[in-house]
């Protein structure tokens, strides 16, 4: 034993100090330093450069039902490994590790509740949760909170944020595109609307189904919206693509989504065009 570890070792317990990294959140956007505190209360948008970063399920949910009204439906089961898969870690691995990070089941969460008193069934992608990929889980439960807003005759809401299809399921994961699809002709048939709200990320496979045939599509500010990426696009049709191509405003100025909304003004954009969309169905 050398004489750092004695030192070490004689020393009295020290609780652990809030640290440079614990107090402050360095902005992706224009890399200010800003109060963690302040952050997370604004909705994690930067207050200096109106940047917007990444949330989960629980502030997601927490910013757009009414309070005391939310419900999170149960995670439909499916089987975790179908493929035996593995390359550089076993996929059972991957899976333990992401749920350890994120404390969540997979990478899409579902709830119901009240929106300015208006019930919606709403999913979350989580981003943190191995980029929120869409593998079977994910696909069942798109299909099962579907059923559920047709249960409950409300509007389907879906927060997207993902890579694209989850890999380790191979084609088992591509074939949530044509269910997720079936899932909203089914929403159509019970005349009920179908919101999609784009954040930062949503491409691949999840841009190429479900997160592109909303009644309604909005985009959060900067949000990057795509199916492959730029510089595979480039090295493709060997030309330099625009400035700000596949974000959400490029998208708004070319007619691919409707809006692009601060996510402050989500929950009454949101509520605003619930009012609008089932006017019919509340006079009826």
Known sequence: MNWVTRVRNAMPFIAKRETAETLWHKCKGCNSMIFLKEFEENQSVCPKCDFHGRIGPAERFAAIFDEDTLRVLPMPKVMEDPLKFKDTKKYPDRIKAARAATGETDAMISASGKIDGQTAVVSVQDFAFMGGSMGMAVG???VAAAQEAVVKKCPYIIF??????RMQE??????????????????RDAGLPYIVVLTDPT??????SYAMLGDIQIA???????????????QTIREKLPEGFQRAEYLLDHGMIDMVTHRHELKSTLSGLIDYLMAGKKAA
């Open 170 to 187: 191979g084609i088992l994961s591509l074939m949530q595109m044509p269910r997720s699809t079936v899932a909203i002709q089914m929403l």
């Open 160 to 165: 997207t944020a993902a890579g694209g299809a």
């Open 220 to 234: 959060e500010p900067g949000a990057l919206i795509g199916f492959a990426g730029q510089r595979v696009i480039e």
């Open 203 to 208: 491409t691949g496979g999840v841009t190429a």
């Open 140 to 142: 069942e439960a798109f």
